[in-house]
């Protein structure tokens, strides 16, 4: 648990601490959130992985010894390039941001980096945290498939997770507890199912959606909402043990 006389490190959605708070916080464990800027229907806001990243990781905060970073907000999006609004970096843009900032905090004396990933579709992050092995920097990335599914089971989330893949029933849910005055109305008519996704990297999404919308955000709710997070919060606890070192946790 955090020291009750720090405040919290986050507040909102962006980190609060000065270099005092950091300094007597000594974190030996880092929270990188990682979004993205695209589409996610008509109803949830281009930012909205970023918002997810970015609450998950103000949870984790309030009850782990972690020291958490501003967002990456832009990421690996071409899938969703033909709608406006969407904005992309290439895997090795976002491959060397994510380097530099490890090799950053390992100069600041924090040796291990976890990334929550709030997009599936940076696949470049498992490289990163593959080729972390031997680097002086310990990494993890957050949440894994079955911290996902354990959370999913727990809220009593309905959808199949391939078939809950963009602006469904797991993110709607999320910003319907977290963060309401984010998600406009039309959620609760815009179900749309495509399972057979072959050639997704090929066509991108286009192919498969015209809303883009594939999910079902019409079972979302704030209970279920609130219900992942915890979940995700308790699982996390396995990630701190594994990276932060013994007498720091």
Known sequence: ???????????????????????????AVAVLPIGS???????LPLTTDTVVACTIARELAAVHPVQVLPPVTVSCS?????????VSISATTLYAVVRDIADSLRRSGIGSLILVNGH????????????SAGSGTRMALFP????????????????PSHSDMHAGEVETSILLHAHP???????ETSDFLADDRKHLLTLGMPAYTKSGVIGRPSLASADKGKELLASLVDSFGEYVSLLAPQGTR
């Not at 071409?78 to 969407?86: C, D, I, L, N, Y």
């Not at 599936?120 to 080729?131: A, S």
């Not at 894994?144 to 959808?159: E, I, K, L, S």
């Open 37 to 43: 800027f695209e589409q996610h229907g008509a109803f």
């Open 78 to 86: 071409h899938e969703h390039a033909e709608w406006p609004g969407t």
């Open 1 to 27: 648990m955090s020291d009750p006389g720090i405040q919290p490190p986050v507040t909102g959605l962006l980190p609060r601490d000065t270099t005092e708070d950091a300094g007597q916080r000594r974190a």
């Open 181 to 187: 005055e984010l998600v406009r109305p039309g959620f």
């Open 144 to 159: 894994g498939t079955a911290d996902w599914n354990a959370a999913r089971t727990r809220a009593g989330v309905q959808t």
């Open 120 to 131: 599936g579709g940076n696949y470049v992050l498992r490289n990163i945290v593959q080729e």
